[in-house]
């Protein structure tokens, strides 16, 4: 079976500060992908990035990074120096092949509030 | 077109009535999905489209949810005799292949009073 867990339910920071959004993932297949989705308060999801189970090396992009270990089952997503436009609620999703289809499995989210 | 549409935004019905929803996916992409969210919570997969074939439908409850998507013409989710459990946001999806990332549409708010 197939499973994706984001522990924190919600997180405060501080502009400016670093904050880590943590994914952990089960899954027995081979062959796999990862994606962040963005929620802001409006409502739209939008697509951060797609990471696939061959490629562990690690992705920056402006203040987004993201650290993904097979090792560890983990896709862990990072801000660096958060801005109040961070705050929003951060999906990750896993897609995997089970019983000849593909299956998209997301977490449960983590909501992130910046302050200002 | 280049982004998912939906329609419409914002759909309010009486229990037991009936609820359209349409989505036309993104110009080239073969998958359409379709999702129920509750309070801005977990995502809950209900049906996906390989074209206009059903492609895993494991998520549906098939008593009252029907869905279609057919050549020329926006996809749908329909709900016969909405309950009040159904009060969501459907979020629709679409994908170049069936394990990329999905791209969705800015969803459709159903209130069932």
């Known amino acids: 079976a197939q499973k994706v867990t984001q522990a924190q339910t919600e997180i405060s920071v501080v502009e400016k500060e670093d904050v880590t959004l943590d994914c952990v993932y089960e899954t027995r297949d081979t062959t796999y992908y990862l994606f962040w989705y963005k929620q802001p308060p409006s409502g739209e999801l939008v697509f951060l990035i797609r990471?696939?189970?061959?490629?562990?090396q690690n992705e920056i992009s402006g203040r987004y990074s993201w650290n993904f270990q097979k090792s560890t089952s983990s896709f862990n997503f990072t801000i660096t120096a958060s801005q109040v436009v961070d705050s929003a609620v951060y999906f990750c999703?896993?897609?995997?092949?089970?019983?000849?289809?593909?299956?998209?499995?997301f977490g449960t989210g983590t909501r992130l509030k910046v302050l200002a | 077109g280049e982004e998912v549409a939906q329609t419409p935004k914002h759909l309010v019905r009486g229990e037991g009535q009936k609820a359209k929803l349409y989505c036309a996916p993104i110009?080239?992409?073969?998958?359409v999905f379709w999702y129920q969210q509750v309070l801005k919570n977990e995502f809950k997969f209900l049906i996906s489209f390989q074209n206009e074939n059903v492609f895993d439908e494991t998520g549906m409850p098939k008593e009252r949810f029907s869905a279609k998507c057919l050549p020329n013409s926006p996809c749908s989710l329909e709900i016969q005799a909405t309950k009040l459990e159904d009060s969501a946001v459907y979020f629709c999806a679409s994908s170049q292949l069936q394990y990329n990332e999905q791209f969705f549409g800015p969803g459709t708010r159903l209130t069932v009073l």
């Open positions: 999703a896993l897609s995997g092949y089970t019983s000849g289809t593909y299956k998209y499995i």
């Open positions: 990471r696939n189970s061959f490629d562990e």
């Open positions: 110009k080239g992409h073969s998958y």
